[in-house]
Nanobody, 115 residues
Framework: QVQLVESGGGLVQAGGSLRLSCAASGSIFRFNVMGWYRQAPGKQRELVATVTSGGSTNYADSVKGRFTISKNSAKNTVYLQMNSLKPEDTAVYYC?????????WGQGTQVTVSS
């Protein structure tokens, strides 16, 4: 059973930075795509950023230039570096991984950006 465990969320002032981590219980080489999604209260879950097994990245327009997704395959970990945070970035952030047998989600980590 694959497990994804997020960490690194918290409370930060607008303009600040946070780095989220997603640790997989197995090798992330087996995932075709890994990514971060977020869900704010009363809103649908939305894509933030993804990275493929080949290293290609994709970002939501709202975070381009501020967020960076990366991975360390040796540590089976995917990261989301978030800079210049805004109050509208406040949400629960979820790690996702897709592989041959389906999609997997972490439990989520809360990010709160105060104005």
């Amino acid at each position: 059973q694959v497990q994804l465990v997020e960490s690194g969320g918290g409370l930060v002032q607008a303009g600040g930075s946070l780095r989220l981590s997603c640790a997989a219980s197995g090798s992330i080489f087996r995932f075709n795509v890994m990514g971060w999604y977020r869900q704010a209260p009363g809103k649908q879950r939305e894509l933030v950023a993804t990275v493929t097994s080949g290293g290609s990245t994709n970002y939501a327009d709202s975070v381009k230039g501020r967020f960076t997704i990366s991975k360390n395959s040796a540590k089976n970990t995917v990261y989301l570096q978030m800079n210049s945070l805004k109050p509208e970035d406040t949400a629960v952030y979820y790690c996702n991984g897709n592989r041959w047998d389906g999609g997997y989600w972490g439990q989520g980590t809360q990010v709160t950006v105060s104005s």
